[in-house]
């Protein structure tokens, strides 16, 4: 399954990605605009889930618009879910230890292309990727 580093080497190798931290998390942004972050669960978001909190590592990934969210969420709720903090934000939450190297660089690619300028995303889409 994934980790850190598989979510730094994906993110990274997009172009004019930079990593940072956000909240003191790590994060990846693509023009200043974040697109992947580590997101640990806070208390709110442990109320809310309950018994079904996850325990291990979470990441937080934008996507095109809330359709996509609940598609993930309803597709794969074993790796995928969201919190009421994300209601009405295009972001869904990922269990890393739960999600396959192939899907989570499909999913990055997704969130950075919500993210980029559009000029930036034409390029990358246009050189075949």
Not at 46 to 71: K, N, Q, S
Not at 81 to 99: C, N
């Amino acid at each position: 399954m994934a980790t850190w580093d598989d979510v730094a080497r994906i993110a990274l190798a997009l172009p004019e990605t930079a990593e940072g931290t956000s909240y003191g998390q790590r994060s990846w942004k693509v023009a200043d605009k974040g697109f992947v972050w580590e997101r640990p669960l806070r208390r709110a978001d442990l109320a809310a889930l309950g018994d079904a909190a996850p325990g291990g590592p979470i990441l937080g990934a934008r996507v095109a618009d809330l359709g996509v969210r609940e598609a993930l969420v309803a597709d794969d709720p074993d790796v995928y879910f969201t919190t009421p903090h994300f209601d009405g934000y295009p972001a869904v939450l990922v269990q890393l230890d739960r999600i396959s190297v192939t899907d989570l660089e499909e999913l990055v690619v997704e969130a950075w292309l919500a993210r980029a300028p559009k000029r930036l995303a034409r390029k990358f889409l246009a050189a075949g990727h």
